[in-house]
């Protein structure tokens, strides 16, 4: 009864069914700025984030996986098993990305990176098409969280799930 009057309450005032205006995800203005630290530790650990997301995934040198990655690299992405190599084996074999230059400045557009202890997480803007009208696009957040162990990325954790493509 109460989900049901919550449903009523948010569809009557524009929660559901888009009735209401969204504002955009907006990108930090200096995102290189966004992965430095005075903390050492957390610096080495946000400097690695940053490879990870600029050599790897944006510019698809998955040959430097090692650099960045540990062996063991535990996966919570539903569409990837743990383990360095078929992290590796899903970027190269199954979506068949190619290197391409190393950007001199990341082009993802991050909106917050946020580092405690060994962790740090990297929220994104992300670009979807609107469900009812695919000639529409609006603004959501992705995340990306890495436990990192002596300077390298031990375990990640994104909200993929099986039917969402992966990554920004």
Request: hydrophobic letters at 40%; a negative charge; charged letters at 25%.
């Amino acid at each position: 009864m109460a989900v049901l009057l919550l449903g009523t309450v948010l569809s009557a005032s524009g929660f559901l069914g888009g009735a209401g205006a969204q504002e955009a995800v907006v990108a930090a203005e200096d995102v290189d700025a966004l992965f430095t630290s005075p903390d050492p530790v957390l610096n080495r650990n946000k400097q690695a984030a940053y490879h990870i997301l600029k050599d790897l995934l944006e510019a698809n040198h998955w040959e430097e996986a090692d650099r960045w990655l540990t062996a063991d690299y535990h996966q919570h992405n539903p569409m990837v098993p743990s383990g360095r190599d078929h992290v590796v084996d899903f970027f190269t074999k199954v979506l068949k990305r190619t290197p391409r230059p190393v950007p001199e400045k990341m082009a993802t557009p991050v909106v917050a990176v946020l580092a405690e202890g060994d962790l740090v997480t990297v929220v994104l803007r992300r670009v979807l098409k609107e469900p009812r009208d695919p000639s529409k696009t609006y603004t959501t957040t992705w995340f990306d969280m890495w436990r990192f162990k002596d300077g390298k990325a031990d375990e990640h954790w994104d909200p993929a799930s099986k039917d969402l493509p992966p990554g920004p």
